[in-house]
């Protein structure tokens, strides 16, 4: 731990790649930080060939606090999809069984996930975002994050999974506030379920809020497939699929592109159930979706279900 500066034994300082390398690492090697804090005092320039985000799974998740100072992450964030390295983005799996806060973080590096594990039947839910790919808890709230960088998320061959694709989260159930995503997000993979958006891919809360997000991310589908014929493809300009509050947020994001499978297309969300949604805006008409099948398209919402 001497490897970090200690300001009056409150927070963890990052002040250099070298304390980000050693968060990293000590997390791979289960060290959780619940309730831990951390602050990063300097911009940081990934230059590796691969990226290792912090947090790498279920077993060996992150679980402090994180504040970003306002500075940015630049570069490369590379890596594929293994048994150990299910989720992805500057961090990779979030949980806590107590509360968390990601702040003030900006990511203008560009993210390359490729799915690359042999079929199966497996329905677990895989997580790629610019900040974070996996954040399962309801006790998770993201605020004043940014993506400004290109996602180039890509299929091995990988035929399963519920695959969640955001600009800031993957798949969460936590809280997000003052977001914003202003890159690019190409999407050609297949899965049992794909939910993308320009915020976040899937967000199952019922209680939670997404307020005062807003979006100008282009998305493009690539001939994006999903495995069965129990489910469509979802993409929002704000989220895939989002459930509980959405309030005040915005889309200016073009959705274009082509999917094999039946897709569902919307300004704010492309699906949603068990939802409340209030004072959202969508002012663009840049939709340009086809697909094999048919294609559900709405100015707001995509497909609506209970909400």
Known sequence: RNQFAVALAVAYLIESVGHLKYLIEQVQAGERYLDKFFKLTTDIKVTADTWTPIGISYAKPFSGNFDGGGHTISGELKGS????????????????????????????????????????????????????????????????CTMSGEMKISNGSLGYGNLYIGGIIGYTTGTFKNCSAIGKINVSC?????????????????????????STSSITLSNTEHSNTNYAISVGGIGGDIGGKILGCCNQGSITGRCLSPVDVGGIAGYITWGKYHLNRNLTTDFNVTSKETVRLGYLIGELSNA
Request: with cysteine.
């Open 190 to 214: 297949k899965g049992q379920m794909v939910m993308i958006g320009g915020i976040v891919g899937g967000n199952y809360s019922t209680t939670n809020e997404t307020k005062h997000c807003i």
């Open 81 to 144: 999809f293994s048994d150990d390295l299910q989720n992805f983005g500057f961090f990779g799996y979030l949980t806590t069984t107590s509360s968390m806060l990601i702040e003030n973080i900006h990511i203008a590096a560009n993210i390359t996930w490729s799915f690359a594990s042999p079929e199966g039947t497996s329905t677990l839910y895989f997580g790629v975002g610019g900040v974070i790919g996996h954040g399962p808890t309801l006790k998770i709230t993201v605020y004043n």
